[in-house]
């Protein structure tokens, strides 16, 4: 049922202003709509028609109101109601008196529809509202519409990631337009791309409205900042967008253009804000706008930690940090780590029991009022060992194999020699920087390949074995609480990973930047819903992860069951499948009723 207004203008000009309950039923030429009720003129923000629809159903259907709305509302509700119950127009309602009573011929009972996809869809939608986003995007001047194929767009994203054409397939295929009271059939390609832009436009406001009900709907602290950076790539040449670049590709596509993307998160891991950059964009300049943010949401006298990588950390950022007033875990380049070698050997070390049962060895030196903390990872430097050995092996085996080549005479073309060793080293790069390899000889006695390991830059490389030496600001934290909270940027990566396997955020297909902005941003908006879903669970005990859950909800449909009776007349019922055990604990851990939409009966005939 939605409310529809009629406009009237009468012989002077003044505007009269009427509303109907209407709702939507099958006839026997496709869906049609009807007129439940006049509700007269009605002295209600449009914004709470919606509550009224609700409260409305809940009266006719005997269930408790299960959010709190004033007297007012309340008592429109209710006489409306009483004058539907009364009037005998609404069909099949569940009140035992108005429920209609039939014989069927069961042996023509089919599905007139196909079924349609509710149970993630169901938790997804309700998770939009619990958030608040329906809200906050009427505040960004959406209209109705807009709004819900918005959150249409952002749950396609959440549940069944694809092209924007292939999400307007799904939409209609899905149970959405059930529970949102939406018509979806008209909706194209296009239309999902105007609020795309639509969603950008608005982003730093979307974003701030989701971080301050995340906020307060879960507790949370935000004295703690998470930033990194990763690369999402594009299929095509991309000759339209300028913020397309090559760059260091973490996908490990050099191939393909890409942009960058920076995501900020707090300590519990919920996103706050992103910024997208042009795919050659240095790490080290990335920071710059995420510091001038977080200037502008400083509030008071607080002062954020942010945690980073080594890649951002250069001397100029931290100095940028300093200057804004914000304090800094990070951990410090390779090259920054000898210099403080000497000053740690000697000092105790005490071990401390990681979360997956593994050690840690830490050590604390001051210098220039910073504090830096040597850490010595058991787990690390056998895992190391490993890597170092694998292509240590690998890197000798073809270094033997080319000296064969050449000490046999295959092999005689000196810049051909040098060719080949140059690709050996680009191929084992990670382990030929220890190693001289000298072509000796000439052409008429024949050429020799020597190699030697350096023992020096050896020595060098088992000093850093297993170790990374962490630097910050902060003095007033012990050697485990500093690792403690430089480890949390594992959440940035489990982030980056949810937005790239369960988000559709790679490969990009779109050509001009502001689509490909708004197409990260929904993921972003869909990876809000996802930890919240997440985090939830998580709070209720339940670790599984929104791919699991989604296998498991995706079984809860809504179907559509034609069923005619002996006196001719046809029965169709639109309803939600019964969930099973496990799709009832899932509703029940969210905080969600198991039965998310009412059964609707119509009879013709």
Not at 142 to 150: G, K, V
Not at 183 to 203: A, G, P, Q, T, W
Not at 231 to 258: N, P, V
Not at 415 to 428: D, S, T, V
Request: aromatic share 8%; hydrophobic share 35%.
């Amino acid at each position: 049922m939605f409310i529809r207004e009629d406009i009237k203008r009468g012989k002077r000009g003044k505007v009269y202003r009427y509303h109907r309950l209407v709702e939507s039923y099958l006839a026997e030429k496709g869906p049609r709509q009807r007129t439940i009720l006049s509700l007269g003129p009605l002295d209600l923000p449009k914004q709470r028609w919606n509550e009224l629809v609700e409260l409305i159903e809940d009266c006719l259907y005997g269930q408790g109101h299960l959010t709190p709305s004033d007297s007012e509302i309340l008592a429109i509700a209710e006489r409306a109601s009483k004058r539907i119950k009364r009037n005998r127009r609404l069909k099949g309602l569940k009140d035992e008196g108005l429920l209609d009573v039939a014989t069927i011929k069961v042996q023509e009972v089919k599905h007139i529809l196909e079924s349609k996809e509710l149970g993630t869809v169901y938790v997804g939608y309700e998770m939009t509202k619990r958030l608040n986003l329906d809200k906050i995007l009427l505040d960004c001047g959406l209209s109705l519409r807009q709004r819900d194929i918005a959150i249409a767009s952002v749950l396609c994203r959440l549940i069944h990631p694809v092209s924007e054409h292939l999400a307007t397939r799904w939409i209609k295929r899905s149970a959405l337009g059930d529970l949102m009271n939406r018509d979806f059939e008209r909706i194209d390609e296009d239309v999902l791309y105007r609020i795309s832009d639509k969603l950008y436009k608005n982003r730093e406001r979307i974003e701030e409205g989701l971080s301050r009900q995340e906020r307060g709907l879960f507790n949370l602290k935000e004295g703690i900042v998470l930033y990194d950076l990763s690369s999402t790539y594009f299929e095509g040449l991309m000759d339209r967008s300028s913020k397309a670049q090559r760059g260091y590709s973490r996908d490990k596509r050099g191939d393909s253009k890409q942009v960058i993307v920076g995501l900020i998160l707090d300590e519990e891991g919920f996103p706050k804000a992103h910024e997208v950059y042009e795919g050659n964009r240095q790490d080290k300049e990335a920071i710059i706008s995420l510091i001038e943010r977080l200037k502008r949401r400083r509030r008071g006298d607080e002062s954020p930690t942010v945690i980073v990588d080594r890649g951002i950390a250069s001397e100029e950022n931290l100095a940028r940090m300093k200057e804004a007033g914000l304090r800094y875990i990070v951990s410090t380049r390779r090259g920054e780590f000898r210099e403080y070698i000497e000053d740690l050997e000697g000092i105790e070390f005490e071990t401390i029991k990681t979360g997956s049962g593994s050690e840690v060895d830490l050590a604390l030196i001051k210098r220039d009022e910073e504090v830096y903390i040597l850490c010595q990872s058991r787990l690390r430097k056998r895992k190391e060992e490993g890597i170092w050995l694998r292509f240590k092996e690998a890197l000798e085996d073809a270094l033997e194999r080319l000296a064969r080549r050449v000490a046999s005479g295959r092999l005689k073309d000196e810049a051909k020699i040098y060719q080949a060793i140059g690709r050996i080293r680009e191929r084992y790069r990670r382990v030929s920087r220890y190693y001289s390899i000298i072509l000796k000889g000439s052409k008429e006695e024949g050429y020799r390949v020597y190699y030697e390991l350096d023992k020096e830059k050896e020595k060098d490389r088992e000093i850093l074995e297993g170790r990374y030496l962490l630097r910050t600001n902060r003095n007033d934290l012990t050697k485990e609480e500093i690792w403690r909270l430089y480890v949390m940027l594992t959440k940035v990566e489990n982030g980056f990973r949810n937005l790239k396997t369960d988000l559709g955020i790679r490969p990009i297909y779109h050509r001009k930047d502001p689509r490909i902005e708004g197409h990260i941003f929904i993921s972003v908006l869909a990876y809000h819903l996802l930890h919240a879903i997440e985090y939830t669970l998580k709070r209720e005990n339940d670790p599984r992860t929104w791919k699991t859950i989604k296998e498991i909800l995706i079984p809860h449909q809504m179907v559509s069951v034609t069923m005619p009776d002996i006196d001719g007349r046809v029965h169709h019922l639109r309803l939600p499948t019964e969930p099973d055990d496990e799709q009832r604990e899932i509703y029940r851990r969210l905080g969600l009723k198991d039965r998310p939409i009412k059964q609707r009966h119509i009879v013709i005939g």
